[in-house]
């Protein structure tokens, strides 16, 4: 059992910077070998993904989010990172922290509200 809680959240304007967490309740060998992901929902949209690291540190960005966010792990301290830089309107939504163990499972956390205003 994984349990993720995201924090950092909260209100910028337009050009901003926000620095995501999410801490994660588990074993240490289980964070240190499962690959971690951020995704997001607007209102109205469906959840997308916007970044992921590998077990092995290999990150994988949305088209949005190149350049503009960086995705990293701590594993001795079992977190997950987002900073965001140059934030968008359009970047405002429901930010949630993902754990993968294995192929056949996935741990959800409960989200952190990001809104950008222009």
Not at 37 to 64: C, D, H, M
Not at 71 to 93: G, V
Not at 97 to 105: E, F, G, I, Q
């Amino acid at each position: 059992q994984v349990r993720l809680v995201e924090s950092g959240g909260g209100s910028v304007q337009a050009g901003g910077s926000l620095r995501l967490s999410c801490a994660a309740a588990a074993s240490a060998s289980i964070f240190r070998a499962s690959a971690m992901g951020w995704y997001r929902q607007a209102p109205g949209k469906q959840r997308e993904l916007v970044a992921t690291i590998s077990s092995g540190g290999t990150p994988y960005y949305a088209n949005f989010a190149k350049g503009r966010f960086a995705i990293s792990r701590d594993n001795a301290e079992k977190t997950l990172y987002l900073q965001m830089n140059s934030l968008k309107p359009e970047d405002t939504a429901v930010y949630y922290c993902r754990c993968l163990p294995t192929a056949n499972s996935n741990y959800w956390g409960q989200g952190t509200q990001v809104t950008v205003s222009s």
